[in-house]
C-alpha cells in the first residue's frame, strides 16, 4: 500500500456492530499496522482474528490515555505505523482518542483519519428528524440532577439534540427528558447494524412505557435523538395555569432553572420572568 507512511498515526473506524461494515481501506490500514493501539485489547482481537491481522496491541482507554502518548510518540519517531481503534465507531467520538491526537498534532506528528462506521450519523441518517442542523451531547451525566441540568441547557435550541447513553441509564434518561423536554417528538435507535437492530419513536412518555411492556427494548446501545424546540406559545397563558406548571416541576425535583426553561417553552414569555416566579413558589411565596 503506497500511500500508508511510516511514522504516522492513523486513526481509523471500526463497525458498530456487523463487521461487513470494515472497510477496505480501513483493513487494510489495520493489516499493514506495526502497533495498533486499543481501547479493549480484548475486543479488538475479535476484530482483528476476523480480518485475519495479527499485529502488536496496546491498550488506550480513559484512565491511561495520558501516559500512553510517549509509548505512541517513541513508536512514530522510530518511523512505525501506529492504528488508533475504539471498541466501535470513530475514535474520539465519546471514545478515547483526544489527548493523544492533540499531543501528537501540537509536535507536528502526521495524524491521518480512515473514516467509516459512526453510531452517530448512522442514526440521524434513518432517524427521519431534521438534519440540517444538530448538536452532539454525546453521554450525560451519571446523576439525574446532572442530566436534567445539561437538558435544560439546550430544550430551547431549533436544533436536533443527538446523545448516547447506555441499557443500565435508558430508563432514568427518558424519564429526565420528559420532565425538562414534555410531549418532545423523540427517536430513540438501539443495536444499530446488529441482528436486532430497533428504531422507536413517540414521546419520553410513550417510549418509557413501550420499554416497561418489552423489557427487550432497553437491551443494548442507545442514541437517542430530540426534535428541535417547536416554536413558542404566545405569552399571553394564564397565570394560574403557570403557576401550577411550575409547583409540578419543582414537587418532583426539578430545579428552579430548569422548570422556568420548561415553562418559558411551553407558556411563552421571558425566561427571566418565569425564574422570579419559580423561585418565589420554592421559597413558599406567590408572584403576582
Not at 501506529?82 to 499531543?103: C, E, F, H, K, N
Amino acid at each position: 500500500m503506497n500511500s500508508f507512511s511510516k511514522g504516522a498515526l492513523y486513526v481509523v473506524a471500526t463497525p458498530i456492530g456487523n463487521l461487513d461494515d470494515l472497510s477496505r481501506r480501513a483493513m487494510d490500514t489495520l493489516a499493514q499496522a506495526d502497533l495498533i493501539a486499543a481501547e479493549d485489547t480484548r475486543h479488538s482481537v475479535r476484530l482483528l482474528d476476523h480480518i485475519g491481522v495479527r499485529v502488536p496491541l496496546v491498550s488506550l482507554h480513559e484512565h491511561n490515555e495520558t501516559s500512553r502518548i510517549e509509548r505512541i510518540r517513541q513508536a512514530l519517531d522510530d518511523g512505525q505505523r501506529v492504528a488508533l481503534i475504539s471498541d466501535a465507531g470513530t475514535p474520539l467520538i465519546s471514545d478515547p482518542g483526544y489527548r493523544l491526537v492533540q499531543a501528537l498534532r501540537e509536535a507536528d506528528y502526521t495524524v491521518i483519519p480512515i473514516p467509516g462506521p459512526s453510531a452517530l450519523i448512522t442514526a440521524l441518517s434513518a432517524a427521519g428528524l431534521p438534519t440540517e442542523r444538530f448538536l452532539f451531547e454525546g453521554f450525560l451525566p451519571a446523576k439525574s440532577s446532572g442530566r436534567r441540568q445539561r437538558l435544560s441547557d439546550v430544550v430551547e435550541l431549533p436544533v436536533t439534540i443527538v446523545l448516547y447513553e447506555s441499557p443500565h441509564r435508558i430508563r432514568q434518561l427518558l424519564e429526565d427528558i420528559e420532565i425538562v423536554f414534555g410531549e418532545r417528538h423523540l427517536v430513540v435507535a438501539r443495536e444499530l447494524t446488529k441482528t436486532f437492530e430497533t428504531f422507536l419513536q413517540g414521546t419520553a412518555s410513550t417510549l418509557l412505557a413501550r420499554m416497561m411492556d418489552d423489557p427487550d427494548q432497553m437491551r443494548g446501545e442507545f442514541v437517542v435523538m430530540m426534535a428541535p424546540a417547536p416554536e413558542k406559545a404566545p405569552a399571553d397563558s394564564g397565570q394560574i395555569d403557570g403557576d401550577q406548571l411550575l409547583s409540578s416541576l419543582l414537587e418532583e425535583g426539578v430545579g428552579v432553572k430548569q422548570s422556568a426553561s420548561v415553562a418559558t417553552r411551553i407558556l411563552g414569555g421571558r425566561k427571566s420572568d418565569w425564574y422570579q416566579r419559580a423561585q418565589a413558589i420554592k421559597d413558599g411565596g406567590f408572584c403576582n
